[in-house]
């Protein structure tokens, strides 16, 4: 298996612009969260997802961020319009189901700079 | 709720050592504990977990972690670190009823010296 997919690895844009950051979960698997890391706040969980239904978005920081997942192999997170203080490195992860101590595959990250 | 404490931002050691890196978390209920490890500009990896049964669990790479419930602590260790383990390495908790929500430690950073 590829692993969790997610795209772009690195994002530069300029304050006030539309970013959309993008991830395809492991085949299969039935839970996706994406988590924001910096270092000031370490790694939060920002929202996750069972069969493509937001279940807990709670971390979601304010009405600029938002989060879809249209179908089991894809979903987006996306700022608009994106802030200097949104600078971070994005990870989506996935998972399989909730009998298992659900580990969490983590992809490679996206690490967003806001001009 | 669930929280979880490293007590070292970053540890160095030289090569052959052993390390220990601390973790105590807090919660008012039954909690499954979790290792991740992360190497530069890579996600995270489950290193080891404990679920249940023996409070000594192992993991990959030679790392073993013994959860103690008393003391609420949940501390990885390695009796011989290799340069390779230089990474950053975060506890985590999660609630074993209801709820996917996993709250992660700050990290602690290994840092191995040669």
């Known amino acids: 298996d590829a692993g969790v997919i997610q795209s772009p690895r690195h994002e530069v844009t300029e304050m006030g612009q539309e970013v959309t950051l993008r991830c395809k979960p492991i085949s299969g698997h039935d839970y996706l969260f994406w988590y924001r890391q910096t270092m000031m706040r370490g790694l939060e969980l920002l929202i996750y997802?069972?069969?493509?239904?937001?279940?807990?978005d709670s971390g979601m920081p304010e009405d600029r961020f938002s989060a879809k997942m249209p179908n089991a192999s894809f979903s987006t997170l996306k700022i608009q319009p994106s802030e200097p203080r949104d600078s971070a490195v994005y990870f989506c992860a996935s998972s399989l189901d909730r009998v298992s101590y659900n580990e969490q595959f983590f992809g490679p990250g996206t690490r967003l700079t806001v001009l | 709720a669930q929280s979880v404490t490293q007590l070292d931002s970053q540890v160095p050691v030289f090569e052959e050592a052993p390390v220990e890196l601390r973790c105590n978390y807090s919660?008012?209920?039954?909690?499954?504990l979790f290792w991740y490890v992360q190497y530069p500009n890579q996600g995270l990896q489950l290193l080891l977990k404990y679920l249940s049964g023996s409070t000594l669990v192992k993991g990959i790479n030679g790392f073993e972690a013994e959860f103690n419930k008393s003391q609420t602590s949940f501390h990885l260790r390695k009796p011989s670190v290799h340069i390779s383990d230089t990474a950053e390495y975060f506890c985590a908790v999660r609630k074993n009823t209801g709820g996917f929500k996993t709250i992660f430690g700050a990290g602690t950073r290994l840092f191995v010296k040669a």
């Open positions: 997802f069972n069969n493509n239904v937001p279940i807990d």
């Open positions: 919660s008012s209920v039954s909690v499954y």
